[in-house]
């Protein structure tokens, strides 16, 4: 019995730290170094990935577009700590290496047009811009919507070619 007493007690017992296992708490120094990604931080609201998912759903972009989207957030933050004034350029290809080695350039390509033309990014050279409100989609859907009555109105076959060629006859 005193046998079985004895390894119950070495088994509840806490187990010992050493003081060179752990770093001292408070730490020493008065200011922290956070370690940061390599990719670094993108930081997305649940607003926009609200957004990406039901535009997936709606089948308004395809699954690698889904992929393309979160490769989008983090190009801005792979340059996050460029000095001032440093020229940003975004290129497809950049986009290509992040959906992984499978995916061609074409298709990395047509995944920033589904993008674009879903209207949750706009997409250029020097800027990569995501949609982060409902609203602001939602603005470009009644902008595009009204552009399109416009054009309608404006088609050779509309109301303005009707009106000339009367002018004409007179």
């Known amino acids: 019995m005193a046998f079985l007493a004895h390894t119950y007690a070495d088994r509840s017992a806490p187990p010992q730290r050493t003081a060179a296992s752990e770093p001292p708490w408070p730490p020493q120094t008065s200011s922290l170094q956070a370690r940061k990604p390599a990719g670094g931080f993108a930081l997305l ?8 998912w039901l535009a997936y759903q709606h089948d308004l972009i395809e699954p690698l577009a889904l992929r393309g989207y979160l490769g989008l957030c983090e190009m801005p933050a792979r340059r996050c700590q460029l000095a001032p004034g440093t020229r940003i350029h975004y290129q497809a290809r950049e986009l290509q290496k992040l959906l992984g080695p499978a995916v061609r350039l074409a298709t990395a390509a047509a995944a920033i ?6 209207g949750l990014v706009t997409w250029t050279e020097t800027a990569v811009e995501l949609i982060t409100q409902p609203a602001a989609l939602q ?3 009644n902008a595009r919507s009204q552009l ?10 509309g109301p303005l070619r009707d009106n000339e060629e009367a002018r004409d006859a007179r």
Do not use: M
């Open 148 to 157: 399109a009555r416009l054009g309608a109105f404006l088609d050779a076959e």
């Open 45 to 52: 609201t649940v607003d926009q990935i609200l957004l990406l």
């Open 139 to 141: 603005a470009q859907t």
């Open 113 to 118: 047009a589904t993008l674009e033309a879903s």
